[in-house]
């Protein structure tokens, strides 16, 4: 017997790209172990001082008095623990002259819960059958957004400007002069570092979307997962930026505490209030363990200190290894293009007029034991079936070891030149 759905239960229900993703990770993860190159996923990477630091905390929790009780035994409110959020304000406030108190800081389970909450808050039906959505004024944009909405498409995209550099390289920039909007934008959404293409939009870039926002009277929102100030996986030069007409959202996700699930958002305190609502009645409140680790290190600034000196310049090896193996395994004849790395864990790579998509691609790859992510799946809210860019890009992880990573681009650029070969005969 199969129980009916509702439209809420069909759209949740009927699979995603994020959803596909995990599962395939979590599969092969199972079942693949050693064989499996895990190329796929936002997974940190395990940077042994970031390791040491959380067994350290742990062991702090445990040896205080009273401390674990309060983090296994307890619900706190719903915005989460209150001297969490002063001390998150606190930080920005002495480093950065925010204007923040507590009440300017609500944590939720993790950054993609956030993102659920906001978009269908500001987004969607309204009581007078108006439909809003949210400009995305640079895709392609976070895979983890496409399918949050309740029902409705809540998305509209904008195609990205194309900066050519040198042969191999490129750059998306937001493009301004494509940037139509009406009074049906209900937010403007960028990550930043963008994921999937490590792109850092500029502070220009930001100054000018906080504009656009603010004179449609809509927020402009954030996502700072992999950002300045922490977890800084950032390699070019980008200000933190805050006030009443933005929503920032940080994670500890990035930083080494994915497990935690542990989401924080800067805004308004009418936001910040919303957020604790949504958050009572779905889950009543939110995970107590990664406020509880990252704390003191935010009371001290300490978080800022490893970001700065460990996590940022792990990553940006990480990536100067990644493009040195593309370099390496490529053939220079090739139509390839890699994104220029500005931030995040991934490399983002174009394979012009590639004759197939890059789903096939996809597929093949995971057949030979490599797990990557196919672009399509980052084109959401563009409605332009016959822009074939959409299909030629693939978004590859650098966070695995370095003979993981290595021995992945040797297959991709394989498979890559078996597609154009086999096209040519």
Not at 24 to 51: F, N, T, Y
Not at 133 to 159: D, H, M
Request: aromatic share 10%; with cysteine.
């Amino acid at each position: 017997m199969t129980w009916e759905l509702s439209e809420f239960g069909k759209h949740l229900c009927g699979g995603s790209g994020i959803g596909e993703l995990m599962d395939d990770l979590g599969h092969a993860l199972a079942s693949g172990g050693d064989e499996i190159r895990m190329l796929g996923g936002g997974q940190p990477a395990r940077i042994p001082v970031m390791d040491q630091r959380w067994r350290q905390r742990m062991s702090e929790l445990v040896a205080g008095q009273g401390e674990l009780e309060h983090m296994l035994g307890n619900y706190e409110p719903p915005a989460g623990n209150l001297s969490f959020r002063k001390a998150v304000a606190g930080l920005f406030r002495e480093r950065f002259g925010w204007p923040l108190e507590a009440e300017n800081v609500g944590v939720t389970m993790g950054g993609q819960t956030a993102f659920f909450f906001l978009f269908n808050a500001l987004a969607g039906r309204f009581h007078d059958e108006r439909q809003k959505k949210i400009l995305l004024p640079l895709v392609p944009e976070y895979i983890g957004y496409a399918n949050q909405s309740l029902g409705s498409e809540i998305f509209t995209g904008v195609k990205p400007g194309m900066e050519l550099i040198g042969d191999h390289e490129f750059k998306y920039h937001v493009d301004f002069d494509d940037l139509s909007v009406n009074e049906d934008i209900a937010a403007v959404c960028v990550s930043r570092p963008t994921n999937p293409t490590g792109n850092v939009l500029t502070d220009d870039e930001i100054t000018r979307l906080e504009a656009l926002a603010s004179d449609l009277s809509v927020p402009l929102m954030i996502d700072n997962a992999y950002g300045a100030p922490f977890p800084n996986a950032i390699f070019t030069d980008a200000t933190p930026v805050w006030n009443e007409g933005i929503i920032l959202t940080l994670s500890l996700s990035k930083i080494g505490l994915p497990g935690t699930r542990t989401g924080i958002v800067i805004a308004r305190q009418e936001i910040i209030q919303a957020l604790s609502s949504m958050t009572s009645i779905v889950g009543l409140a939110n995970p107590n363990i990664g406020q509880a680790i990252a704390k003191p290190l935010i009371e001290s600034g300490e978080i800022l200190k490893l970001s700065d000196e460990v996590v940022q310049p792990f990553y940006q090896a990480k990536s100067k290894k990644a493009l040195a193996y593309v370099e390496e395994f490529f053939d220079a004849r090739l139509p390839y293009r890699v994104h220029r790395s500005e931030g995040a864990f991934f490399l983002w790579m174009w394979f012009e007029h590639l004759p197939i998509t890059s789903r096939e691609l996809y597929e093949r790859l995971k057949s030979r034991g490599v797990l990557v992510v196919p672009g399509s799946f980052f084109f959401f809210g563009v409605d332009d079936p016959d822009w074939r860019h959409r299909d030629e890009c693939l978004r590859v992880s650098f966070t695995m070891p370095d003979e993981v990573v290595r021995d992945g681009f040797r297959i991709i650029a394989d498979e890559v030149a078996k597609a154009y070969a086999h096209s040519s005969c």
